[in-house]
């Protein structure tokens, strides 16, 4: 028994703001910006609350799924940036949506959230506990972000994906993720804080990390490289990525990236470039897709699952 993604959704806003705004906002450059990162522009939200991101997203993803929302049992929202300590965003957007059956909670593991949500709904998918699942990654992280630091404020922007989830006949699924509590400190933020981060560090061990997931998951499903269609990682640098293809000798058209439109939206980055790739046509039905992701915590892991 494996899972299926049957509806994808995003909400992305509509305001964007390019490197050439930044150049006047910080001491920064486009093409600094561009060439050690990728991203050429960022949304960032202005009254959307990350609960009315996460609905509109959801929306979307039960459309394309044809399901009700009292059809969902489970709703997981990952993020950041929550609109309240409590209650969870997930418990909003349950009531937003009135999907009434559904039990609703937050998950907290920065950039891998979506990737960790997907897994804690897969563990309750097969074991029958649960027949569908919406599984939402929503950051407004321009709120924790110091607009003063250019070390930082270039990286990061809002939006929102959702997937609904639900049991599929096919077995391929095959996940690992890992925490390392340890190297909290290469990227955190305190309580009503800013992003602090050590760049260059998290680099090295975004790579590193990325690709050790990444071969495990392959290892454990005896599946190769080469079987892979596409590779959708959590989109924080170019640079990252085309490390990481380089490293599993995957070629560059197979890994899809949109962090130039978006820059890194956390929890919400994978999700929002699963749609994205699947509207151009790059991820298809049937596909064999790996999904790989870390941030902080540090939290890091990746997916193998037939979309
Ligand atoms: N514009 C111009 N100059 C800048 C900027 C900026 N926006 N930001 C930093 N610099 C300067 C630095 O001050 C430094 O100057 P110095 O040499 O005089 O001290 C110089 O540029 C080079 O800095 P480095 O840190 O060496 O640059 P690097 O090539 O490592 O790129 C970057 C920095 C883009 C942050 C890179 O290290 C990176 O992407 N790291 C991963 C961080 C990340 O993705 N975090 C998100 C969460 S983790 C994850 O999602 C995987």
């Not at 995003?10 to 006047?24: A, G, I, Q």
Request: include cysteine; charge should be negative; aromatic fraction near 8%.
């Amino acid at each position: 028994m494996g899972i299926r993604i049957s509806g994808l959704g995003v909400y992305l806003p509509e305001k964007v703001l390019t490197n050439f705004d930044l150049e006047k906002m910080v001491d920064t450059s486009d093409d600094w910006i561009t060439t050690r990162t990728g991203i050429k522009e960022r949304r960032i939200a202005q009254d959307e609350t990350l609960t009315y991101m996460a609905k509109q997203a959801s929306l979307m993803a039960l459309q394309m799924a044809n399901t009700d929302p009292e059809e969902i049992d489970l709703i997981l929202v990952a993020t950041l940036t929550p609109d309240k300590t409590f209650p969870a965003t997930a418990c909003l957007l349950q009531a937003e949506l009135s999907a009434k059956r559904a039990f609703a909670f937050d998950l907290s593991a920065a950039c891998s959230g979506f990737l960790y949500a997907l897994d804690v709904a897969h563990s309750y998918l097969v074991s029958g506990k649960v027949n569908k699942a919406l599984v939402v990654g929503a950051e407004k992280l321009s709120t924790i972000v110091n607009w003063q630091d250019r070390n930082t404020c270039v990286l990061f922007g809002d939006g929102a994906g959702a997937a609904v989830v639900e049991k599929s006949q096919d077995g391929l699924y095959t996940s690992k993720l890992y925490s390392d509590g340890s190297l909290w400190e290469l990227l955190f933020a305190e309580k009503c804080g800013h992003i602090q981060m050590k760049g260059r560090e998290l680099f090295k061990v975004a790579v590193r990390s990325m690709e050790e997931a990444c071969r495990q998951v392959l290892k454990e499903a005896n599946i190769s490289v080469e079987d892979v269609d596409l590779v959708v990682p959590h989109q924080a640098n170019i640079r990252i990525v085309q490390a990481l293809a380089e490293k599993l000798g995957i070629p560059f058209e197979k890994i899809y990236s949109n962090i130039h439109r978006y820059g890194n939206t956390s929890a919400a980055s994978i999700p929002i470039a699963l749609y994205e790739a699947y509207k151009e046509g790059k991820l298809k039905r049937g596909d064999t897709l790996l999904m790989t992701a870390m941030g902080g915590g540090l939290t890091w892991g990746a997916v193998l699952m037939r979309f």
